[in-house]
């Protein structure tokens, strides 16, 4: 069976568009490959973080994923933190990287613009050959991103066919998967630009444990175009267009389905119908994730997969200490 890895940092609250983007994959895949998910906390330090948030997201996250529907059986769940050897794999793989490489970085150069040298840490600049180190450390066959991350990947790939050919063959190469339905998901204000919490207006997100009604709210409300044909164009209609892949996405409707189902209606018919399918996700989500975060699941989950996870990459830091040099 293929590996698949992937990762969420707990930074901010998770959005809807997190979960179409990312977490429903993982659910969906976790039958066909044998997953292996990370919560990031490591990479959520390159910015100043609240260590009590921090901490609280962190569990939020997992039993977030575990509401979803992710399943401890199929899936390895553990937090990169409890894992030193994601940090010492790091720096070898910084040290058989190059400068060049990283400025090149695209999330690097939109985080630090703008911004003074003395607002930026070297941890924003550097973490991409920690996210190298996740993925390869594992062996992954495949990672599930968005096209934003997609970059990272490839840099991923270049550093790991680099190794293999200074050291001998080590690494496996990962392949990226951009789903094609949910590969985006865009703010309900300002349909340009990706659903983030960060961004000023909240009316433009939604979080996956926001109140259900506020939520239905959000998507009555959300910018459309004065054409009123519900017809999936993201280039001139991206607001209506953002709307039907997330009642696709949701109800699992292919978007020319989504089309003719509602060819005869008008916006205000379509946001509500949208609107009521993302009011009865968040209710469901919700009811299952105050069950686990009530319970000793999220604990259990975690102490599970490290000790998977420790075993495997035990095993890689140890052939790649050797092939570098750096054992006895």
């Given at each position: 069976m293929k590996r698949l890895l992937s990762g969420i940092k707990p930074t901010g609250e998770l959005t809807l568009g997190n979960y179409l983007g990312a977490i429903k994959q993982f659910v969906d895949m976790q039958k066909d490959y044998e997953s292996f998910i990370f919560v990031a906390n490591l990479h959520a330090i390159t910015v100043y973080n609240d260590k009590e948030e921090l901490l609280k997201r962190t569990r939020d996250l997992v039993a977030i994923y575990l509401a979803c529907g992710l399943d401890a059986e199929n899936t390895t769940i553990f937090l990169q933190s409890e894992?030193?050897?994601?940090?010492?794999?790091?720096w070898v793989l910084e040290c058989n990287a190059y400068v060049g490489e990283?400025?090149?970085?695209?999330?690097?150069?939109?985080?630090?613009?703008?911004?003074?040298?003395?607002a930026i840490t070297c941890g924003l600049y550097t973490y991409p050959t920690l996210m190298a180190a996740d993925i390869i450390l594992y062996d992954a066959d495949v990672v599930p991103v968005g096209i934003d991350q997609k970059q990272h990947v490839e840099l991923t790939r270049n550093i790991a066919e680099r190794f293999?050919?200074?050291y001998g063959q080590t690494f496996k190469i990962p392949e990226p998967i951009i789903s094609e339905i949910?590969?985006?998901?865009?703010?309900?204000?300002?349909?340009?630009?990706?659903?983030?919490?960060?961004?000023e207006n909240p009316k433009g997100c939604i979080t996956l444990l926001e109140?259900?009604?506020?939520?239905?709210?959000?998507?009555?409300?959300a910018v459309t175009d004065s054409?009123?044909?519900?017809?999936?164009?993201?280039?001139?209609?991206?607001?209506?267009s953002n709307l039907i892949t997330i009642y696709s996405a949701l109800t699992n409707v292919p978007i020319k389905d989504v089309e003719n189902k509602f060819k005869d209606s008008n916006y205000g018919t379509f946001k509500k119908a949208v609107a009521e399918v993302v009011s009865q996700f968040l209710t469901d989500l919700q009811a299952k994730y105050q069950e686990i975060i009530n319970s000793g699941k999220v604990d259990e989950v975690l102490d599970k997969g490290i000790k998977k996870a420790r075993e495997i990459a035990?095993?890689?830091?140890k052939e790649v200490y050797e092939k570098v040099g750096l054992s006895r």
């Open positions: 894992n030193n050897y994601h940090t010492n794999l790091g990283l400025n090149r970085m695209t999330q690097f150069k939109d985080k630090s613009k703008n911004k003074s040298e003395n293999n050919k200074r949910t590969q985006k998901i865009y703010d309900l204000q300002n349909p340009t630009k990706k659903m983030s919490k960060t961004e109140n259900p009604a506020a939520a239905a709210k959000k998507i009555m409300g054409d009123n044909k519900i017809k999936y164009d993201p280039e001139n209609k991206p607001g209506i035990q095993a890689k830091v």
